[in-house]
């Protein structure tokens, strides 16, 4: 798959995650659908593998899903359906089943299990290659104090990017 395609619209990629952020799709081992709302993570190479690394504390359903299956999507929504991502980033999928609740369709990836949501003009779908989980001795005392008073260490997952969607007639509503 070439690179460039993966990195087109990166620009917009990055705001929306710096802003209400973008949706993390996971899935169970018996098939159920979950989406997360992300904020911090990496578009980028390695290996030379695309790949996007995102980060998940262990409270998190989503952290489950991904363990067991070892495969996320990651949706960029377009303008107007910010809501969604408020939502699925402060109810989880442990105790609601978001996409009843939202009212939203999603369905499973093109190359993995994980679920897209097909209204999202850019969709990238990975495959986990590599997990690291932060260690506590290693992280500035600042950040451990404001960032982790309850020890809930985000584990970050690098996930190839095995197939990428990219709606050319929708990027306009990024
Ligand atoms: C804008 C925003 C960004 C977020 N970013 C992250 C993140 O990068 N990592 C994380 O573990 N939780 C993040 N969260 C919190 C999760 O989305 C939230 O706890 C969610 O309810 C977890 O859902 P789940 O239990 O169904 O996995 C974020 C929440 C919001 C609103």
Not at 32 to 37: G, I, S, V, Y
Not at 74 to 101: F, H, Q, T, W
């Amino acid at each position: 798959m070439p690179m460039e395609h993966i990195f087109r619209y990166a620009d917009r990629v990055y705001r929306h995650l710096n802003d209400e952020g973008l949706l993390l799709g996971s899935v169970s081992r018996e098939g159920r659908f979950n989406f997360m709302t992300v904020g911090w993570g990496f578009l980028g190479v390695m290996w030379r593998m695309p790949c996007f690394i995102v980060a998940v504390r262990p409270s998190r359903y989503t952290y489950r899903l991904i363990e067991d299956t070892g495969v996320f999507t990651v949706n960029i929504l377009p303008k107007g359906m910010e809501g969604i991502a408020s939502y699925c980033g402060s109810v989880s999928g442990r105790e609601r089943d978001k996409l009843s609740d939202l009212k939203i369709k999603a369905s499973k990836g093109v190359k993995v299990d994980a679920p897209i949501i097909q209204d999202c003009p850019i969709i990238y779908e990975c495959v986990v290659r590599y997990k690291f989980r932060l260690e506590r001795d290693r992280i500035p005392r600042d950040i451990l104090t404001t960032i982790y008073p309850s020890d809930d260490l985000h584990t970050l997952y690098l996930g190839e990017i095995v197939y990428t969607r990219i709606d050319e007639s929708r990027v306009d509503l990024l």
